[in-house]
């Protein structure tokens, strides 16, 4: 922690006085909130108990001129080895609420899409069975615009309360959230999703229940479940699939240390055991090159990265 830009304790001390001591920790391992397994220590992991706290944090964050990190489930993300210089703010520990009006469903975005799906189809409200097998947060769903099987977030999000840039907090219609194939205003003006609200229909239970077992089924057919991962690696270039231009290049089974192109879906980059982020960005830059030399495609990552690699800047230094 001794190279952060910011003075550590006065930030250190009002951490903790907004969400108290034990929501405050130093030094934590990414590798612990990473589907991925993989990334060293945050300077600070900050765990907020209501949007409120959200809000607060983040304003300490500036004021004191620190990084700052959004953290939903951590599936979408590759932190470094050497860590992250900054404040977590992980909203999937305790931004957990749901609550339901008609067919409107609000979740808070720590809510997880597998919780939120289960949830509405227990009160017969289809919508989100795309959602059943996505381990992401609501949050981070907003922010990805996360979709699967013919369906995605924007199908069904009305609207969302985000903390806006200038210290803010506004409900913003989909209409004006600019979302698109894995991109979304969320994104690209560095809002804070609080809370998402739903627009779902009345079904059977039973017929939401068989569309998400089916999907289950066929994740579980084709994905490299039982290893550790950020789920797809990279985009789906226009006109192709990744994971095929990974295959024709002859790419399953690439590996780097222990980070390897899966065989069972080669658009996975897997954890085999102790990767690091250094052995899956090898793997990444290398299929990249191959599939571009091979057949003209320069994939670009889904998955996000979080730290600095060494001779590289942080992709998204906040504020
Ligand atoms: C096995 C596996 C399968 C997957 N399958 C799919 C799939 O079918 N479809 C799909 O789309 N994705 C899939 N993913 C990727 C991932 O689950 C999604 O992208 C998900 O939406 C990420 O959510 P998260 O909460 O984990 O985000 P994180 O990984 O925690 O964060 C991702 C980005 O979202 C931002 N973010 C998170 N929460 C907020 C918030 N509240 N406000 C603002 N920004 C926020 C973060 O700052 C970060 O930049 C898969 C991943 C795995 C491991």
Redesign the pocket.
């Known amino acids: 922690m001794s190279d952060s830009a910011y003075h550590l304790d006065t930030l250190a001390w009002r951490l903790r006085a907004i969400v108290g001591e034990e929501n405050v920790l130093e030094s934590e391992p990414m590798s612990e909130h990473?589907?991925f397994r993989i990334g060293g220590p945050a300077d600070f992991y900050v765990v907020p108990d209501d949007p409120e706290e959200v809000g607060d944090v983040v304003a300490a964050c500036r004021e004191e001129g620190a990084p700052y990190?959004?953290?939903?489930?951590?599936?979408?993300?590759l932190v470094s080895d050497d860590g992250y210089r900054g404040v977590v703010i992980a909203?999937?520990d305790d931004l957990t609420n749901v609550s339901v009006n008609g067919e409107e469903m609000t979740c808070q975005?720590g809510v997880t899409?597998k919780e939120a799906s289960e949830m509405a189809c227990e009160l017969g409200l289809s919508g989100l069975e795309f959602a059943c097998?996505?381990?992401?947060?609501v949050?981070?769903?907003?922010?990805?615009n996360?979709?699967?099987y013919g369906g995605c977030t924007s199908d069904v999000l009305e609207s969302v309360r985000?903390l806006m840039p200038d210290g803010s907090v506004q409900s913003i219609d989909i209409d004006d959230l600019a979302m698109g194939y894995?991109k979304s205003r969320?994104?690209d003006e560095g809002?804070?999703?609080?809370s998402a609200t739903f627009k779902l229909h009345e079904d059977k239970p039973e017929e939401i229940r068989a569309r998400m077992d089916d999907f289950t089924r066929r994740r579980e057919e084709k994905?490299p479940?039982e290893l550790a991962?950020?789920?797809?690696t990279f985009k789906r270039p226009e006109g192709f699939f990744a994971g095929k231009l990974i295959t024709d290049a002859g790419l399953k089974g690439y590996q780097v240390g222990d980070a390897a192109v899966s065989k069972k879906h080669a658009g996975f980059v897997v954890n085999l055991g102790h990767a690091t982020a250094a052995d899956v960005r090898a793997v990444i830059a290398h299929v990249q090159d191959e599939v571009d030399r091979q057949f003209g495609v320069r994939l670009e990552p889904e998955v996000?990265f979080l730290g600095e690699e060494p001779g590289e800047k942080d992709e998204?230094p906040r504020p």
């Open positions: 990473t589907t990190f959004v953290l939903g489930c951590g599936s979408d993300l909203l999937a975005a899409l097998g996505i381990p992401g947060s949050g981070g769903a907003c922010f990805m996360a979709g699967a985000a894995r969320v994104k809002l804070v999703v609080l994905q479940l991962s950020a789920g797809s996000r998204e």
